[in-house]
């Protein structure tokens, strides 16, 4: 936080930046900021469009990576109802009238890919309808795709007056939530062997429902309505009421209604994780035949919030040294430069710097949602506040039981708000290619706009031996200025004081 201090000598009247001890109690004293009914209304002239690109790909129903032993865990998309005739159910899952209502869900934890179909996991770890702390409710909380809707909903619902919203997903291929299916390992010994399992057998391999589509995300999309990639146009006159539905709804009702569900044709040599196509989505959504930008306002500015669990796959024929080279493009979209935030939910290390690169060239910002973060916000007493009183943004649906509680992390929260932020700037700033540093933000610079939001007060000071913000003494000193018959000129009037803040960021000036 800086003050910004003008001072003026009375001879040359140039501008010199001092510390003065009264200035403080001269701000103190200016008008509240509650005399006006919107202080930030000046800023808010044209609504900027700020496009949503979300990851939609598999490792999104995961939740974040232990950092000692680089496995997570899934979260099976299935609603299990209870049947205390099948003894996998009574005898080896413990599902009991005490503990289960009519459902249950399963986690697989240390969920590892093998070849297609075939998995291993550590344990599954089973949450009934009854257990307390709301738990059922909030299964799926930890996972990448839950962060990531809560958070977005949030950011979205505080803006939706003064921002035009898009939304982008990865495209899919006919993905829908299945039956359970393939082959899962249990290394676990009381959930294996002998004992029973869901296998066609009676005992053997267990089965889980992921979410598969036709073909890779790279072929994308299919005909389904969850399957294309813009899923919300920002010029729609719906389309902030549309978002919101969309990062509300359940998304076992991806058949019927558009939703975000992770999919994808993973396994143990396959990445069906395309981000380089989630960008040119982006970019044909601006420029393309009905692009957003095409006869849109010079002045209104445009922001790409990429929310992603990592890099590029292997599905589309691209690397992760292709993301920077592409990012590039948004320096110049009809004129507008396109900063692209990219905030990565507990990445693979390898993947950083290559979505690091993405912020870099777009001229945007990074931030990096950790698991600490994440864990923090799931143990907060917030957390158990949406669980037990599920609206929104604490919830966001699914059926049939219950609304499922999803968690909001502060810290993508603000990334996106940021993001938002710089959607407000000066359009001349955020085309420009001057860059600067500002405190509130972790990547090295950004473009910004400096608004002033208090009339000047002027003043007198005593600037005898004053020095300046380098520690250099103001010159020429005031006992030197004289007139012409060599009188020296009294100080007068050779302090201004003025405050404003930065965008992105908030910064005070």
């Keep these: 936080m800086a003050l910004r201090l003008h001072v003026t000598n009375d001879t040359d009247r140039s501008m010199r930046r001092g510390a003065a001890a009264a200035a403080l109690g001269i701000l103190l004293c200016s008008a509240p900021a509650s005399a006006q009914l919107d202080p930030l209304l000046f800023v808010k002239t044209t609504a900027p469009n700020v496009i949503l690109v979300v990851d939609t790909a598999n490792r999104m129903q995961r939740d974040a990576p232990d950092p000692n032993t680089g496995k997570s865990n899934y979260y099976d998309p299935a609603i299990y109802n209870k049947d ?13 009238n005490g503990n289960t209502a009519a459902f249950y869900r399963r986690k697989y934890l240390g969920f590892v890919l093998g070849a297609a179909g075939t998995f291993t996991t550590d344990t599954i770890q089973i949450t009934h309808d009854l257990d307390a702390a709301s738990a059922y409710a909030r299964f799926e909380a930890p996972t990448r795709i839950s962060i990531a809707r809560a958070a977005l909903y949030q950011a979205v619902i505080e803006n939706q007056n003064v921002a035009r919203f898009g939304l982008i997903q990865m495209r899919h291929n006919n993905a829908l939530i299945t039956s359970p299916g393939g082959a899962v390992t249990d290394l676990d010994a009381t959930q294996s062997g002998i004992n029973a399992t869901d296998n066609t057998l009676g005992v053997g391999p267990w089965k889980t ?22 899923l919300v146009h920002a010029t729609s006159a ?41 960008l040119a989505d982006s970019k044909t959504e601006l420029t393309g035949a009905t692009g957003i930008l095409s006869g849109d306002l010079a002045c209104r500015n445009t922001v790409v919030v990429l929310v992603v669990g990592g890099g590029e796959g292997n599905t589309a024929g691209h690397t992760n040294a292709d993301l920077g080279t592409i990012a590039s ?85 603000k990334a996106v708000t940021i993001a938002i932020q710089h959607a407000f700037a000066s359009s001349t700033d955020v085309n420009s290619n001057t860059m600067v540093s500002l405190p509130s933000l972790p990547f090295a610079q950004s473009t910004a706009t400096e608004f002033q939001t208090t009339s000047p007060i002027i003043g007198t000071v005593n600037l005898e031996g004053a020095k300046d913000i380098t520690g250099s003494e103001l010159l020429p000193k005031p006992s030197t200025v004289k007139d012409r018959a060599l009188n020296v000129i009294p100080q007068r009037s050779n302090l201004l004081v003025t405050t404003g803040f930065t965008l992105p960021g908030f910064d005070l000036q």
């Design 329 to 413: 493009d948004f320096t110049n979209q009809a004129g507008h430069k396109v900063p692209i935030y990219v905030i990565a939910i507990a990445p693979a290390a390898g993947d950083v710097d290559a979505l690091k690169a993405i912020a870099t060239n777009s001229k945007g910002q990074y931030f990096e949602i950790t698991k600490a973060q994440i864990d923090a916000a799931l143990a907060s007493p917030m957390a158990a506040t949406c669980a037990a009183t599920p609206v929104q943004p604490c919830a966001t649906g699914p059926t049939p039981t219950s609304t499922s509680a999803t968690v909001v992390v502060p810290e993508l929260v």
């Design 84 to 96: 205390l005739t099948k003894l996998y159910q009574t005898n080896t899952l413990g599902i009991s």
């Design 209 to 230: 429902s992921r979410p598969v589509p036709s073909g890779t995300n790279a072929s994308g999309p299919g005909s389904g309505v969850s399957d294309k990639a813009v």
């Design 238 to 278: 719906t389309a902030n009421t549309d978002i919101l539905n969309i990062l509300s709804r359940d998304v076992r009702l991806s058949s019927t209604q558009p939703t975000l569900l992770p999919a994808g044709a993973d396994d143990a040599t396959t990445q069906d994780t395309p981000v380089y196509n989630m």
